[in-house]
């Protein structure tokens, strides 16, 4: 399992035991589509969601002591979201590692920001199944200090949909209009509009 050496040194953690590591990359559709003893990543991705909120939630408590039950809980939703765990996934080329069945490989599978969020999750889980907690821990707040402490606790399309709805009453749609660069690192040109046309 060598080809996962430079995934391990972009996450900043060696495995003991790879095979959590690939486990954790590997998506349903791979195994489904194989006579693979490989299993999916799933069920990690439940147990890293939830060690991911935990670590997030006391981090959050810790750091902002005159934050109020619900700007914590708003903080904590920007950096769990899918938006987030992707965003971080990308600038990890975690893509680029995801074991896909054909179907998602040639739908840009690699570049789905719910895979990756979910892939992302996963590893959190074989990080702290190959080690511990205080160890996944560090392995979380390492690669979400920067989001911590820059305080952009929102991506760009909730605030946009945010002070759209307040300012127009509506909620904003998004159409997708273009699209280029490879799969692993594709970009996306989206339209915003309401029922009076075209906002941007």
């Not at 700007?71 to 893509?95: H, M, N, P, T």
């Not at 069945?101 to 074989?126: N, T, V």
């Amino acid at each position: 399992m060598s080809e996962l050496a430079d995934l391990q040194r972009r996450l900043g953690y060696q495995f003991g035991d790879e095979c959590l590591l690939q486990r954790a990359l590997t998506h349903p559709s791979y195994v489904n589509e194989r006579d693979d003893k490989r299993l999916d990543n799933q069920r990690l991705e439940f147990l890293g969601d939830a060690i991911l909120e935990a670590v997030i939630s006391e981090t959050l408590f810790a750091r902002f002591p005159k934050y109020r039950e619900g700007e914590l809980s708003q903080l904590r939703s920007s950096l769990v979201c899918e938006a987030a765990l992707s965003g971080l996934a990308r600038g990890l080329d975690v893509g680029a590692e995801l074991y896909l069945g054909k179907g998602e490989l040639l739908s840009g599978g690699r570049d789905k920001a719910s895979l990756l969020a979910d892939a992302y999750e996963a590893i959190i889980a074989a990080v702290y199944l190959d080690s511990n907690y205080e160890r996944a821990r560090d392995f979380i707040l390492s690669h979400h200090e920067q989001l911590i402490s820059k305080g952009d606790f929102q991506d760009a399309k909730s605030a946009l949909q945010e002070y759209v709805q307040e300012k127009e009453g509506e909620t904003p749609a998004y159409r997708i209009i273009d699209e280029r660069g490879p799969d692993h690192a594709k970009e996306f040109v989206a339209q915003v509009y309401l029922k009076r046309g075209v906002l941007g």
